[in-house]
């Protein structure tokens, strides 16, 4: 039972543009929600988290917006930069246990 | 650089073998998760260790085992290996509370 799905598997970004990934959620009980970054033959490095009792956590070019009554998180990338070009995972947890995943989304930043 | 490293990055066995996949934690992460990622699909949670014993698993046959030791290492065992199994294995080390920090990961290969 997949209850964290990220239902873009692809997005094509132009260099300097935003960069929106959205990802549902099932689970009313998760409480923690994170996003990580995964290039080829390397493990998911850690961008951003934002806690249930948040809506809005910002780092530098990274957003990430949550909005509990519709069980949907976002992340925004602004600028978006060719480094940026990724897999994205959303991640989310109750009380800091084990992460539940959604299958990604591949990123691709044009110049 | 996240302080996690595993070994191998690369392994083929064969079908009905066993295997041992090991994982060095950060120092002072008391707790550590070992993940399956196969083709195309998020990771998902095979089982966590928290100071030596076991915490919780996911949805993995009891051929998935696992250790943890007090100097911050720990070991995935698999036994009797099918070709399903193929997949990158992930190991992820935290605090007791706070993100997971993931490993390059295990490319397990059976044939």
């Known amino acids: 039972d997949q209850q964290v799905k990220q239902n873009s598997p692809s997005l094509s970004v132009q260099e300097g543009r935003i960069s929106i990934l959205n990802c549902d959620y099932t689970?009313?009980?998760?409480?923690?929600f994170l996003w990580y970054k995964k290039y080829p033959a390397e493990g998911p490095t850690f961008l951003i988290s934002?806690?249930?009792?948040?809506d809005k956590n910002e780092d530098g070019r990274f957003t990430v917006f949550l909005n509990k009554s519709a069980k949907h998180l976002s992340l925004h990338i602004v600028p978006s930069q060719p480094g940026d070009s990724a897999v994205y995972f959303c991640a989310a947890s109750v009380r800091d246990y084990k992460l539940s995943f959604g299958a990604g989304t591949t990123v691709t930043v044009r110049a | 650089e996240t302080g996690v490293t595993q070994s191998p990055t690369h392994l083929i066995k064969t079908r009905g073998q066993q295997v041992t996949l090991r994982c060095s934690s950060q120092?002072?992460?008391?707790?550590v998760s070992w993940y399956q990622q196969a083709l195309g699909q998020g990771p998902q949670f095979i089982f966590q260790y928290y100071r030596e014993e076991e915490n919780g698993r996911g949805n993995f046959p009891p051929r998935f085992s696992g250790l943890q030791f007090p100097n911050y290492s720990s070991e995935l065992n698999v036994n009797a290996l099918e070709l399903d199994d193929s997949a990158l294995y992930l190991c992820?080390?935290?605090?007791?509370?706070?993100?997971?920090?993931f490993g390059q990961g295990t490319r397990l290969t059976v044939v």
């Open positions: 689970n009313s009980m998760f409480d923690y």
């Open positions: 934002i806690s249930s009792i948040k």
């Open positions: 120092s002072g992460h008391n707790t």
């Open positions: 992820a080390s935290s605090p007791w509370e706070g993100e997971a920090f």
